[in-house]
Protein backbone atom coordinates (compact mmCIF):
# COMPACT_ATOMS: atom_id res chain seq x y z
CA UNK A 1 0.00 0.00 0.00
CA UNK A 2 2.86 2.08 0.81
CA UNK A 3 4.60 1.59 -2.64
CA UNK A 4 1.12 2.51 -3.94
CA UNK A 5 1.05 5.83 -2.62
CA UNK A 6 4.58 6.11 -2.95
CA UNK A 7 4.37 5.51 -6.80
CA UNK A 8 1.42 7.49 -7.23
CA UNK A 9 2.95 10.81 -5.30
CA UNK A 10 6.02 10.06 -8.46
CA UNK A 11 3.61 10.21 -10.85
CA UNK A 12 1.97 13.24 -10.00
CA UNK A 13 5.34 14.95 -9.81
CA UNK A 14 6.66 13.58 -13.30
CA UNK A 15 3.60 13.65 -15.31
CA UNK A 16 3.80 17.65 -14.84
CA UNK A 17 1.21 18.57 -11.92
CA UNK A 18 3.61 20.65 -9.93
CA UNK A 19 6.73 22.20 -11.00
CA UNK A 20 10.33 20.62 -9.26
CA UNK A 21 10.19 23.92 -7.17
CA UNK A 22 6.81 23.23 -6.21
CA UNK A 23 7.54 22.41 -2.23
CA UNK A 24 9.07 25.77 -2.03
CA UNK A 25 6.80 27.78 -3.92
CA UNK A 26 2.56 28.36 -3.97
CA UNK A 27 0.71 25.08 -4.85
CA UNK A 28 -0.01 25.82 -8.14
CA UNK A 29 -0.41 23.32 -11.84
CA UNK A 30 2.58 24.57 -14.02
CA UNK A 31 3.56 23.54 -17.44
CA UNK A 32 5.52 19.81 -17.39
CA UNK A 33 9.26 20.39 -17.31
CA UNK A 34 9.48 17.42 -19.87
CA UNK A 35 6.85 17.53 -23.31
CA UNK A 36 6.20 14.35 -24.57
CA UNK A 37 6.40 12.77 -21.43
CA UNK A 38 3.01 10.82 -19.93
CA UNK A 39 4.08 9.80 -17.04
CA UNK A 40 2.66 6.29 -16.69
CA UNK A 41 6.38 4.74 -16.13
CA UNK A 42 5.76 4.78 -12.76
CA UNK A 43 2.61 2.80 -13.05
CA UNK A 44 4.47 -0.87 -12.01
CA UNK A 45 5.04 0.38 -9.06
CA UNK A 46 1.49 0.48 -8.34
CA UNK A 47 0.50 -2.84 -9.28
CA UNK A 48 1.91 -6.64 -8.95
CA UNK A 49 5.68 -7.70 -10.44
CA UNK A 50 3.68 -9.85 -12.72
CA UNK A 51 1.70 -7.04 -14.68
CA UNK A 52 4.76 -5.16 -14.98
CA UNK A 53 5.98 -8.08 -17.16
CA UNK A 54 3.18 -8.56 -19.07
CA UNK A 55 2.93 -4.88 -18.97
CA UNK A 56 -0.30 -2.86 -18.05
CA UNK A 57 -3.45 -3.24 -19.41
CA UNK A 58 -6.53 -0.40 -19.26
CA UNK A 59 -9.36 0.48 -20.90
CA UNK A 60 -10.74 4.03 -21.57
CA UNK A 61 -13.57 4.84 -23.66
CA UNK A 62 -14.22 8.18 -24.56
CA UNK A 63 -18.23 8.79 -25.30
CA UNK A 64 -19.99 12.03 -26.60
CA UNK A 65 -21.24 13.81 -29.50
CA UNK A 66 -18.85 13.87 -32.50
CA UNK A 67 -16.91 17.14 -33.10
CA UNK A 68 -16.38 17.46 -29.26
CA UNK A 69 -13.12 16.82 -29.35
CA UNK A 70 -12.20 13.45 -28.05
CA UNK A 71 -10.10 12.14 -31.07
CA UNK A 72 -7.69 15.26 -30.45
CA UNK A 73 -7.78 14.79 -26.33
CA UNK A 74 -6.93 10.81 -26.88
CA UNK A 75 -4.17 11.74 -29.11
CA UNK A 76 -3.06 14.64 -26.63
CA UNK A 77 -3.47 12.56 -23.74
CA UNK A 78 -0.96 9.91 -25.18
CA UNK A 79 0.88 11.31 -27.71
CA UNK A 80 -0.17 8.66 -30.04
CA UNK A 81 -2.21 9.13 -33.37
CA UNK A 82 -5.00 6.29 -32.58
CA UNK A 83 -7.03 7.07 -35.88
CA UNK A 84 -4.93 7.92 -38.29
CA UNK A 85 -7.40 6.80 -40.78
CA UNK A 86 -10.75 8.05 -39.45
CA UNK A 87 -13.41 9.05 -41.86
CA UNK A 88 -15.83 11.39 -40.70
CA UNK A 89 -19.22 11.57 -41.62
CA UNK A 90 -21.30 14.01 -43.74
CA UNK A 91 -24.74 15.14 -42.31
CA UNK A 92 -26.77 13.21 -44.74
CA UNK A 93 -25.19 10.20 -43.71
CA UNK A 94 -25.39 11.03 -39.59
CA UNK A 95 -29.03 11.41 -40.20
CA UNK A 96 -29.22 7.04 -40.16
CA UNK A 97 -25.98 6.56 -38.51
CA UNK A 98 -26.26 4.35 -35.32
CA UNK A 99 -23.61 4.17 -32.94
CA UNK A 100 -20.65 2.39 -33.71
CA UNK A 101 -17.97 0.64 -31.48
CA UNK A 102 -14.39 1.42 -32.23
CA UNK A 103 -11.68 -0.38 -30.39
CA UNK A 104 -8.33 0.42 -30.82
CA UNK A 105 -5.73 -0.79 -28.95
CA UNK A 106 -1.58 0.92 -28.68
CA UNK A 107 1.42 -0.41 -26.75
CA UNK A 108 3.29 2.46 -25.43
CA UNK A 109 6.47 2.35 -23.94
CA UNK A 110 7.53 4.65 -21.80
CA UNK A 111 11.45 4.02 -19.94
CA UNK A 112 11.13 0.29 -20.68
CA UNK A 113 7.24 -0.04 -19.18
CA UNK A 114 4.81 -0.89 -21.93
CA UNK A 115 0.92 0.05 -21.71
CA UNK A 116 -1.54 -1.60 -23.31
CA UNK A 117 -4.21 0.54 -23.98
CA UNK A 118 -6.86 0.23 -25.56
CA UNK A 119 -9.16 3.68 -26.17
CA UNK A 120 -13.08 2.49 -27.04
CA UNK A 121 -14.77 5.01 -29.07
CA UNK A 122 -18.36 5.56 -29.90
CA UNK A 123 -18.74 7.53 -33.19
CA UNK A 124 -22.14 8.68 -33.97
CA UNK A 125 -23.45 8.50 -30.48
CA UNK A 126 -25.93 11.76 -30.15
CA UNK A 127 -25.79 12.05 -34.10
CA UNK A 128 -28.84 10.68 -35.18
CA UNK A 129 -32.26 12.81 -34.93
CA UNK A 130 -33.54 10.13 -32.74
CA UNK A 131 -31.20 9.76 -29.99
CA UNK A 132 -33.05 7.97 -27.48
CA UNK A 133 -31.46 4.62 -28.17
CA UNK A 134 -27.94 5.56 -29.00
CA UNK A 135 -26.55 4.34 -25.50
CA UNK A 136 -27.74 1.13 -25.74
CA UNK A 137 -24.71 -0.36 -28.01
CA UNK A 138 -22.42 0.96 -25.21
CA UNK A 139 -24.28 -0.37 -22.53
CA UNK A 140 -23.93 -3.60 -24.39
CA UNK A 141 -20.36 -3.28 -25.43
CA UNK A 142 -19.38 -3.15 -21.61
CA UNK A 143 -21.53 -6.09 -20.54
CA UNK A 144 -20.13 -8.01 -23.48
CA UNK A 145 -16.52 -7.90 -22.28
CA UNK A 146 -17.77 -8.40 -18.12
CA UNK A 147 -19.50 -11.28 -20.07
CA UNK A 148 -16.21 -12.53 -21.71
CA UNK A 149 -14.19 -11.82 -18.56
CA UNK A 150 -16.83 -14.10 -16.86
CA UNK A 151 -16.22 -16.83 -19.09
CA UNK A 152 -12.67 -16.63 -19.63
CA UNK A 153 -12.18 -16.78 -15.52
CA UNK A 154 -14.21 -19.96 -15.28
CA UNK A 155 -12.29 -21.60 -18.15
CA UNK A 156 -8.97 -23.36 -17.97
CA UNK A 157 -6.35 -20.31 -18.91
CA UNK A 158 -7.77 -18.67 -15.85
CA UNK A 159 -4.34 -16.84 -15.64
CA UNK A 160 -3.67 -15.21 -18.80
CA UNK A 161 -7.15 -13.75 -19.29
CA UNK A 162 -6.77 -10.53 -21.29
CA UNK A 163 -9.10 -8.00 -18.97
CA UNK A 164 -10.78 -5.86 -21.82
CA UNK A 165 -13.16 -4.53 -19.40
CA UNK A 166 -13.82 -0.63 -19.71
CA UNK A 167 -12.02 0.83 -16.70
CA UNK A 168 -13.11 4.34 -17.14
CA UNK A 169 -15.09 6.45 -19.33
CA UNK A 170 -14.60 10.06 -20.59
CA UNK A 171 -18.07 11.92 -20.98
CA UNK A 172 -17.68 14.58 -22.90
CA UNK A 173 -19.86 17.68 -22.22
CA UNK A 174 -20.77 20.16 -24.52
CA UNK A 175 -19.18 23.72 -23.92
CA UNK A 176 -21.99 25.49 -25.56
CA UNK A 177 -25.06 24.47 -23.47
CA UNK A 178 -26.34 25.96 -20.34
CA UNK A 179 -25.09 22.35 -18.36
CA UNK A 180 -26.56 18.98 -18.75
CA UNK A 181 -28.83 17.75 -22.00
CA UNK A 182 -31.23 14.97 -21.66
CA UNK A 183 -28.91 12.47 -23.27
CA UNK A 184 -25.93 13.29 -21.07
CA UNK A 185 -28.40 12.39 -18.08
CA UNK A 186 -29.92 9.41 -19.45
CA UNK A 187 -26.60 8.19 -20.84
CA UNK A 188 -24.97 8.72 -17.03
CA UNK A 189 -28.01 6.86 -15.23
CA UNK A 190 -27.81 4.01 -17.39
CA UNK A 191 -24.02 3.46 -17.27
CA UNK A 192 -23.23 4.96 -13.75
CA UNK A 193 -23.56 1.04 -12.49
CA UNK A 194 -21.52 -0.29 -15.18
CA UNK A 195 -18.83 1.83 -15.28
CA UNK A 196 -16.52 4.48 -13.69
CA UNK A 197 -17.45 7.96 -15.71
CA UNK A 198 -15.35 10.98 -15.64
CA UNK A 199 -16.94 14.13 -17.09
CA UNK A 200 -15.36 16.16 -18.86
CA UNK A 201 -16.26 19.96 -20.09
CA UNK A 202 -15.56 19.75 -23.67
CA UNK A 203 -13.67 22.44 -25.86
CA UNK A 204 -12.79 24.44 -22.81
CA UNK A 205 -11.32 27.48 -24.43
CA UNK A 206 -14.56 28.40 -26.22
CA UNK A 207 -15.46 29.85 -22.55
CA UNK A 208 -13.92 32.53 -20.31
CA UNK A 209 -12.88 31.38 -16.72
CA UNK A 210 -15.60 32.79 -15.20
CA UNK A 211 -18.19 30.69 -17.31
CA UNK A 212 -16.31 27.55 -17.21
CA UNK A 213 -16.79 28.22 -12.79
CA UNK A 214 -20.72 28.43 -13.45
CA UNK A 215 -20.80 25.60 -15.93
CA UNK A 216 -19.03 23.49 -13.70
CA UNK A 217 -20.75 24.40 -11.08
CA UNK A 218 -24.11 23.51 -12.66
CA UNK A 219 -23.03 20.58 -14.02
CA UNK A 220 -22.12 19.05 -10.34
CA UNK A 221 -25.18 20.53 -9.54
CA UNK A 222 -27.52 18.52 -11.98
CA UNK A 223 -25.14 15.53 -11.23
CA UNK A 224 -26.37 15.27 -7.53
CA UNK A 225 -30.25 16.07 -8.28
CA UNK A 226 -30.61 13.07 -11.14
CA UNK A 227 -28.71 10.85 -8.52
CA UNK A 228 -25.98 10.39 -10.88
CA UNK A 229 -22.92 8.49 -9.08
CA UNK A 230 -19.62 9.49 -11.23
CA UNK A 231 -16.39 7.82 -10.14
CA UNK A 232 -15.38 9.39 -6.60
CA UNK A 233 -11.40 9.49 -6.18
CA UNK A 234 -10.40 7.91 -2.98
CA UNK A 235 -9.94 10.17 0.17
CA UNK A 236 -6.40 10.55 1.08
CA UNK A 237 -5.23 8.63 3.76
CA UNK A 238 -4.64 11.09 6.95
CA UNK A 239 -0.99 10.48 7.42
CA UNK A 240 -0.24 11.55 3.81
CA UNK A 241 1.94 14.71 3.56
CA UNK A 242 0.54 18.13 3.44
CA UNK A 243 1.88 18.40 -0.20
CA UNK A 244 -0.21 15.31 -1.49
CA UNK A 245 -3.21 15.95 0.34
CA UNK A 246 -3.74 19.63 -1.56
CA UNK A 247 -3.33 18.29 -4.82
CA UNK A 248 -5.44 14.96 -4.18
CA UNK A 249 -7.73 18.15 -2.99
CA UNK A 250 -7.08 20.41 -6.34
CA UNK A 251 -7.83 17.45 -8.46
CA UNK A 252 -11.23 16.73 -6.84
CA UNK A 253 -12.12 20.27 -7.19
CA UNK A 254 -11.23 20.12 -10.73
CA UNK A 255 -14.53 17.71 -11.77
CA UNK A 256 -15.60 17.75 -14.42
CA UNK A 257 -12.25 18.37 -15.83
CA UNK A 258 -12.38 21.44 -18.81
CA UNK A 259 -9.72 20.45 -21.19
CA UNK A 260 -8.22 21.33 -24.10
CA UNK A 261 -6.88 19.62 -26.99
CA UNK A 262 -4.80 19.83 -29.87
CA UNK A 263 -2.45 17.85 -32.52
CA UNK A 264 -0.41 21.38 -33.01
CA UNK A 265 2.56 22.15 -31.53
CA UNK A 266 3.40 26.19 -31.60
CA UNK A 267 6.50 27.79 -30.52
CA UNK A 268 5.70 30.02 -27.62
CA UNK A 269 8.87 32.19 -26.17
CA UNK A 270 10.93 29.94 -27.98
CA UNK A 271 9.53 26.40 -26.55
CA UNK A 272 7.41 24.02 -28.58
CA UNK A 273 4.50 23.28 -26.47
CA UNK A 274 0.75 21.81 -27.86
CA UNK A 275 -1.63 24.36 -28.33
CA UNK A 276 -4.27 26.31 -30.40
CA UNK A 277 -3.41 29.52 -32.15
CA UNK A 278 -6.04 32.13 -32.28
CA UNK A 279 -5.57 35.87 -33.75
CA UNK A 280 -4.92 36.58 -29.96
CA UNK A 281 -2.88 34.16 -28.82
CA UNK A 282 -1.82 30.43 -27.72
CA UNK A 283 -4.59 28.56 -25.94
CA UNK A 284 -1.33 25.82 -24.22
CA UNK A 285 -3.06 22.47 -23.67
CA UNK A 286 -0.65 21.51 -20.32
CA UNK A 287 -1.15 24.77 -19.39
CA UNK A 288 -2.51 24.32 -16.11
CA UNK A 289 -3.69 28.51 -16.08
CA UNK A 290 -5.48 27.83 -18.98
CA UNK A 291 -7.25 24.64 -18.67
CA UNK A 292 -7.39 20.91 -16.61
CA UNK A 293 -5.68 18.91 -19.25
CA UNK A 294 -2.87 18.35 -16.80
CA UNK A 295 -5.08 17.72 -14.00
CA UNK A 296 -7.18 15.28 -15.97
CA UNK A 297 -3.92 13.06 -17.48
CA UNK A 298 -2.62 13.38 -13.12
CA UNK A 299 -6.09 11.98 -12.40
CA UNK A 300 -6.18 9.29 -15.05
CA UNK A 301 -2.20 8.10 -14.57
CA UNK A 302 -2.56 8.45 -10.74
CA UNK A 303 -5.57 6.41 -10.22
CA UNK A 304 -5.49 3.91 -13.21
CA UNK A 305 -5.54 1.37 -10.58
CA UNK A 306 -8.15 2.00 -8.26
CA UNK A 307 -10.06 2.67 -11.68
CA UNK A 308 -9.25 -0.81 -11.91
CA UNK A 309 -9.96 -1.85 -8.61
CA UNK A 310 -13.28 -0.01 -8.50
CA UNK A 311 -14.26 -1.96 -11.78
CA UNK A 312 -13.40 -5.04 -10.35
CA UNK A 313 -14.56 -4.83 -7.08
CA UNK A 314 -17.67 -3.02 -7.73
CA UNK A 315 -19.15 -2.89 -11.42
CA UNK A 316 -17.50 -6.57 -12.81
CA UNK A 317 -19.13 -7.78 -8.72
CA UNK A 318 -22.42 -6.71 -10.01
CA UNK A 319 -22.68 -8.19 -12.77
CA UNK A 320 -21.42 -11.26 -11.71
CA UNK A 321 -23.40 -11.64 -8.72
CA UNK A 322 -26.32 -10.62 -11.13
CA UNK A 323 -25.53 -13.21 -13.75
CA UNK A 324 -24.95 -15.75 -10.96
CA UNK A 325 -28.16 -15.57 -9.49
CA UNK A 326 -29.52 -15.49 -12.82
CA UNK A 327 -27.95 -19.16 -13.77
CA UNK A 328 -28.78 -20.30 -10.64
CA UNK A 329 -32.60 -19.16 -10.87
CA UNK A 330 -32.81 -21.31 -14.33
CA UNK A 331 -31.35 -24.19 -12.52
CA UNK A 332 -33.88 -24.04 -10.06
CA UNK A 333 -31.98 -23.72 -7.14
CA UNK A 334 -32.63 -22.55 -3.87
CA UNK A 335 -31.00 -19.44 -3.89
CA UNK A 336 -33.20 -18.54 -6.79
CA UNK A 337 -35.32 -16.54 -4.10
CA UNK A 338 -32.48 -14.34 -3.40
CA UNK A 339 -31.68 -13.74 -6.86
CA UNK A 340 -34.95 -12.76 -8.34
CA UNK A 341 -34.82 -9.15 -8.93
CA UNK A 342 -37.07 -8.75 -12.25
CA UNK A 343 -39.83 -9.27 -14.35
CA UNK A 344 -43.28 -10.20 -13.07
CA UNK A 345 -42.77 -14.17 -12.80
CA UNK A 346 -40.78 -13.83 -10.47
CA UNK A 347 -43.54 -13.27 -7.29
CA UNK A 348 -44.78 -16.44 -8.14
CA UNK A 349 -41.08 -18.04 -8.23
CA UNK A 350 -40.34 -16.49 -5.45
CA UNK A 351 -43.91 -17.58 -3.42
CA UNK A 352 -43.37 -21.28 -5.03
CA UNK A 353 -39.72 -21.25 -3.69
CA UNK A 354 -41.07 -20.40 -0.17
CA UNK A 355 -43.14 -23.12 -0.15
CA UNK A 356 -40.63 -25.60 -1.10
CA UNK A 357 -37.67 -24.12 1.31
CA UNK A 358 -40.76 -24.91 4.11
CA UNK A 359 -41.08 -28.05 2.99
CA UNK A 360 -37.53 -28.76 3.00
CA UNK A 361 -37.50 -27.68 6.44
CA UNK A 362 -40.60 -29.86 7.83
CA UNK A 363 -39.16 -32.71 5.62
CA UNK A 364 -35.93 -32.09 7.68
CA UNK A 365 -37.49 -31.47 11.20
CA UNK A 366 -39.23 -35.24 10.44
CA UNK A 367 -36.19 -36.42 9.62
CA UNK A 368 -34.45 -35.59 12.97
CA UNK A 369 -37.49 -36.36 14.85
CA UNK A 370 -37.84 -40.05 13.81
CA UNK A 371 -33.74 -40.25 13.86
CA UNK A 372 -33.98 -38.83 17.79
CA UNK A 373 -37.24 -41.28 18.25
CA UNK A 374 -34.91 -44.35 16.74
CA UNK A 375 -32.15 -43.79 18.91
CA UNK A 376 -34.15 -43.23 21.83
CA UNK A 377 -35.34 -46.98 21.27
CA UNK A 378 -32.06 -47.96 21.14
CA UNK A 379 -31.02 -46.84 24.46
CA UNK A 380 -34.05 -48.35 25.91
CA UNK A 381 -33.52 -51.37 24.10
CA UNK A 382 -29.84 -50.96 25.85
CA UNK A 383 -31.41 -50.38 29.29
CA UNK A 384 -33.21 -53.21 29.29
CA UNK A 385 -30.28 -55.41 28.25
CA UNK A 386 -28.79 -54.43 30.47
CA UNK A 387 -30.68 -55.03 33.39
CA UNK A 388 -31.01 -58.49 31.81
CA UNK A 389 -27.50 -59.23 32.11
CA UNK A 390 -27.65 -57.56 35.85
CA UNK A 391 -30.43 -60.26 36.65
CA UNK A 392 -28.17 -63.01 35.12
P1 LIG B 1 -14.47 14.12 -32.21
O1 LIG B 1 -15.41 13.94 -33.32
O2 LIG B 1 -15.19 14.30 -30.90
O3 LIG B 1 -13.43 13.06 -32.13
O4 LIG B 1 -13.75 15.54 -32.43
P2 LIG B 1 -12.32 15.86 -33.12
O5 LIG B 1 -11.22 15.52 -32.19
O6 LIG B 1 -12.29 15.27 -34.48
O7 LIG B 1 -12.41 17.44 -33.20
C1 LIG B 1 -13.38 18.11 -33.97
C2 LIG B 1 -12.93 19.55 -34.28
O8 LIG B 1 -12.77 20.29 -33.09
C3 LIG B 1 -11.56 19.60 -34.97
O9 LIG B 1 -11.60 20.64 -35.93
C4 LIG B 1 -10.59 19.94 -33.86
O10 LIG B 1 -9.46 20.64 -34.31
C5 LIG B 1 -11.44 20.82 -32.98
N1 LIG B 1 -11.05 20.70 -31.58
C6 LIG B 1 -10.59 19.60 -30.93
N2 LIG B 1 -10.33 19.88 -29.65
C7 LIG B 1 -10.62 21.18 -29.46
C8 LIG B 1 -10.55 22.08 -28.35
O11 LIG B 1 -10.17 21.71 -27.25
N3 LIG B 1 -10.94 23.37 -28.56
C9 LIG B 1 -11.38 23.81 -29.76
N4 LIG B 1 -11.73 25.09 -29.86
N5 LIG B 1 -11.47 23.02 -30.83
C10 LIG B 1 -11.09 21.72 -30.70
Not at 163 to 176: E, T, W
Amino acid sequence: MADHRQSAREAIRTSGFFSDDRIASSKQFVNPEQPGYVGFANLPNQVHRKSVKKGFEFTLMVVGESGLGKSTLINSLFLTDLYPEREIPGAAEKIEQTVKIDASTVEIEERGVKLRLTVVDTPGYGDAINSKDCFKPILSYIDDQFERYFHDESGLNRRNIVDNRVHCCFYFISPYGHGLKPLDVEFMKALHHKVNIVPVIAKADTLTPKEVRALKARILEEIAQHGIKIYQMPDCDSDEDEDFKEQCRLLKAAVPFAVVGSNQMIEVKGKKVRGRLYPWGVVEVENPEHCDFIKLRTMLITHMQDLQEVTQDVHYENYRSEKLAINKRRAGGPAAVSAAKEGQGEEKDKILLEKEQELQRMQEMLARLQQQMQQQQTTQVAGANNVQSHHV
